[in-house]
């Protein structure tokens, strides 16, 4: 770039200054250099090169030439006219001869520093300070030769001054050899003031460098036979343009590398892997940090700066005090320059972030944020900060699940009133899972309803998403298998595999992406309140429409979700009891596999989407060992417990089935003390009111029943019979069991207590009752595992030692239904008693037949206890 325009706009009024300059004649002697005024003043430009400019040359009036008698041979041109390069299209007899006096008498405060031109002379007693004394130099001490800043030769002329005026870049003094100077130049009014020139400007004026070169003759001018050399500087850019740029440019590939290597970190978590991670996100913040100190932002830059630097601290630190600052000056800078998309957007931030330091105070400050946007009917920030405030109370535990879903309603509320379709259908499906997950007495009623809102408007195309879709059947599915109806599920399984096969090859859901795009209505004439600036939670569209962001489940997930759905129904189908565990471990082996390169995230989520996967394999493998157990293969549950525990889930629901699943290995190998104390274990505390006493959520409530009910089986062995305990324990399941809304709870309770036997011993009509619950309830629910223990506890207690048909066919009804389940436990126990009632009825070679087989099976299940 050429160094005259290398100062932007500001170039054109210093160069006009530049170009009415007069340079007033110094000693030539080098012991009595002294700095040119010139020098003075010009350190008010900004520098181009860490060198100083030399001094612009003092052109001589062509009338006031004279030789050098003792300078270089390139000098000694007896009739050259050097010309000021700002006149270099002006006649020599433009200039007339008493020029200098004129000048002088004119402008009697005029030092040869910057002067404005005529059109502003009063501007010149204040810029210009006092001159020093002129002196006519001899000939010996004239200087050899000055030179021109450069700058001046890369700009066009200025326009010639009027005729009648002396131009105020003529020298105020000629060489002395010129007879036509008059002594009354020389200035007697007050003897010299040398001027200082500004400390600061001068110490910014780097030592000088390089070597002058000589310009060329003005071909214009064919009188000027001599050439004028150029600044000795080398001109570059100014180091502050350079190193804001660079600072942000290095922060954002700092993190764009940290965060595209941010999943395969966070799978592997290696000491090395992290300590690069960390240096790459530490020395993006450093960068960022700089460029927020340098007060060299323009305002908009400055919110934006603000706003990243917050974000990658809340995402990757801990430095919540730290971000909670920042934050406030970008809001401070927003609402002085009304940028109402970052203030919204540092405001959103600004929650997450008091969210984690105090819930109460971020709860009260996002509602006020909602009143703000209600107020300037900003309803794209009104759906933001709702769906933000739903999550906090979800998050927050399950006594905010009523504020939670109240929330929803206000969101549909108003995205019906708009037309916003997508973010009805979100706001109902989330408020589905919401009363899933607090299982009150008409919890299936409002499921449906809000399933029946949805699908009202699932026919249309442009409200329908994949994510949405799937969310849906997922919730659909999830709802029968809480009710236990088992052929329905069966049927909403098929719908959820046959939309996941549509979609599977489908481009509107890529699987590198987690993200979840529902289009707003943007208001006509509103303000801009949804730019690129907002993408992290507002996204600008084309055709007037904008897009809120929110998170969901990847393709991959949803994919292992459908497999883990699809054990649990198959675990209650007879034909395939072998199926469930197949399923499970195809879910395992897609949450293990190794992602596509997915796209860029910060290494805290990224172990979050890492850390969900594996609860879900934990998951997957204490459901295949709950399974393994059904079957008596208690290698297979040893396997799996020992595979769940050294993923150490975190959750505390995989910690209490983690629990449960070593109880029952204990149990199934006759380890019975053991099994006991596990059962007596302070997370399955139970108190009077059915409530365990650990806070936990409905799965830590069922299993606290299950063990308790597990420890009454225990207690029938004579080894551990505690009549006491036993009562106690019956008192306190039965209010808690015979109401309970999960039918297999009252199943498993019914089956229980017609099995055991207690002080006072319970009746015949109450011992049939149980079993008929219990039956019924397994035939309700599909259960083979409940069908078969109900048949042969039915044999045991009303048909033991009986004669007749009656007795036969409920042996044989036992037998059969344990086949089915493929314990092999319970098959020895039914060819037990099926032999024995072959027995009772005389049939001797068949009942020493099923007998044999009984005491095969027994001996089978005997050894699988040894692991």
């Known amino acids: 770039m050429p160094p005259g325009e290398a100062y932007g706009s500001q170039g054109h009024q210093h160069q006009h200054q530049h170009q009415f300059q007069v340079h ?3 000693p030539a002697h080098p012991a009595h250099q002294l700095q040119h005024p010139q020098h003075q003043q010009q350190q008010h430009l900004p520098t181009l090169h860490s060198g100083p400019q030399a001094p612009p040359p003092l052109l001589p009036h062509p009338q006031f030439v004279n030789p050098y008698p003792n300078g270089d041979q390139q000098y000694q041109h007896q009739h050259a006219q050097y010309v000021h390069p700002a006149y ?45 004394p002129v002196t006519a130099p001899t000939p010996m001490s004239s200087a050899p030769i000055q030179f021109v800043d450069p700058s001046y030769l890369q700009r066009a002329p200025p326009p010639r001054p009027p005729s009648n005026s002396f131009p105020a870049s003529q020298p105020q003094s000629a060489p002395a050899a010129s007879p036509q100077i008059p002594q009354a130049v020389q200035p007697q009014a007050r003897p010299p003031m040398p001027v200082k020139p500004s400390p600061k400007l001068e110490e910014r004026r780097p030592p000088s460098r390089g070597t002058p070169k000589l310009l060329t003759k003005d071909a214009r001018r064919p009188s000027s036979s001599a050439g004028v050399t150029k600044s000795p500087a080398t001109p570059h850019a100014s180091t502050h343009l350079e190193t804001l740029p660079l600072l942000l440019c290095v922060a954002e590939d700092c993190f764009e590398k940290a965060n595209a290597a941010a999943p395969k970190v966070a799978k592997s978590m290696s000491a090395s892997e992290v300590a690069e991670h960390h240096k790459l996100v530490a020395t993006g913040l450093g960068c960022l940090d700089v460029a927020l100190k340098s007060n060299k932002l323009w305002p908009r830059l400055e919110a934006r700066l603000c706003l990243r630097y917050t974000s990658i601290l809340i995402e990757e630190t801990t430095n919540i005090t730290e971000a909670e600052t920042t934050l406030t000056r970008g809001i401070s800078v927003c609402d002085k320059h009304r940028f109402l998309d970052l203030k919204y957007s540092s405001q959103f931030l600004l929650m997450k972030t008091l969210f984690q330091r105090n819930q109460k105070a971020a709860f009260k400050s996002i509602e006020s944020h909602i009143a703000d946007c209600t107020t300037y009917k900003h309803v794209p920030w009104i759906y933001a900060f709702r769906f933000l405030k739903a999550a906090f109370h979800l998050q927050s535990g399950t006594a905010a699940d009523n504020h939670a879903i109240e929330n929803l309603r206000r969101i549909a509320g108003v995205a019906h009133q708009r037309g916003d379709k997508a973010v009805f259908v979100m706001a109902m499906l989330l408020e589905g899972l919401a009363h899933l997950s607090t299982m009150k007495d008409d919890w299936a009623t409002r499921v449906q309803m809000c399933i029946a809102q949805v699908s009202k408007l699932q026919l249309e195309e442009s409200v329908r998403t ?28 098929g719908a959820l595999q046959r939309r996941l096969e549509e979609l ?119 459901l295949t060992g709950l399974q393994a157990s059904t079957l008596s293969d208690w290698a297979k549950v040893k396997t799996c417990l020992q595979t769940v525990e050294e993923n150490e889930p975190r959750s505390e629901f995989l910690g209490v089935l983690t629990l449960y699943l070593e109880g029952v290995l204990y149990q199934g190998t006759a380890a019975l003390d053991k099994a006991t104390e596990i059962w007596k274990d302070k997370k399955f505390e139970m108190d009077w009111s059915g409530a365990p006493k650990a806070a936990g959520s409905r799965i830590v409530t069922e299993l ?55 002080n006072p011993p319970p009746s015949i009509n109450q011992v049939k009752r149980h079993i008929q619950q219990s039956l019924s309830g397994a035939q309700q629910t599909s259960n083979t595992q409940y069908l078969s223990m109900a048949l042969n506890i039915m044999r045991c207690r009303l048909f033991e030692n009986v004669v007749g048909e009656q007795a036969l066919k409920s042996a044989r009804a036992a037998s059969a239904q344990a086949r089915k389940s493929g314990n092999v436990l319970w098959m020895s126990v039914a060819d037990g008693m099926l032999a024995q009632s072959f027995e009772m009825q005389g049939a001797l070679a068949e009942a020493r037949a099923t007998h044999d087989a009984g005491i095969r099976l027994a001996n089978e299940a005997f050894s699988k206890t040894q692991v």
């Open 466 to 493: 994949p994510q949405s879709d799937v969310l849906l059947l997922l919730l659909d599915l999830s709802c029968s298998l809480h009710q236990k109806t088992h052929q329905i599920s069966a049927q909403k399984l």
């Open 24 to 26: 007033p004649v110094q």
């Open 88 to 132: 270099a299209q002006q006649p020599a007899q433009f200039y007339p001869s008493s020029a200098p006096q004129q000048q002088q008498q004119q402008y009697p405060n005029y030092n040869g520093a910057f002067h404005t031109p005529p059109s502003a002379p009063q501007l010149a007693p204040q810029l210009a300070p006092h001159p020093p």
């Open 704 to 758: 606290s029943i299950l063990a308790a009910l597990n420890r009454l089986w225990i207690m029938q062995e004579p080894t551990q019979i505690d009549e006491a305990d036993t009562a106690e324990l019956v008192d306190l399941l039965r209010p808690i069991c015979e109401d309970n809304p999960d039918q297999e709870i009252r199943t498993v309770y019914n089956l229980v207590l017609s099995s055991i036997r207690m």
């Open 504 to 622: 599977k090859q489908s481009q509107d859901w890529s699987p590198q992406s987690g993200e979840m795009l529902l289009p707003i209505n943007r208001m006509q004439n509103a303000q801009q309140i949804v730019t690129i600036d907002t993408s992290a939670v507002l996204r600008p569209g084309d055709g007037g429409v904008d897009y809120l962001v929110l998170s969901t489940l990847g393709k991959q997930e949803a994919w292992a979700l459908a497999y883990v759905f699809n054990g649990i129904v198959a675990h209650y189908k007879a034909s395939t009891p072998g199926r469930s565990s197949g399923m499970w471990g195809e879910a395992v082996r897609l949450l293990e596999d190794s992602k596509p390169v997915s796209s860029s995230q910060s290494l805290p989520e990224a172990l979050k989407q890492a850390e969900w996967a594996r609860e879900l394999a934990c998951y997957a493998h204490i």
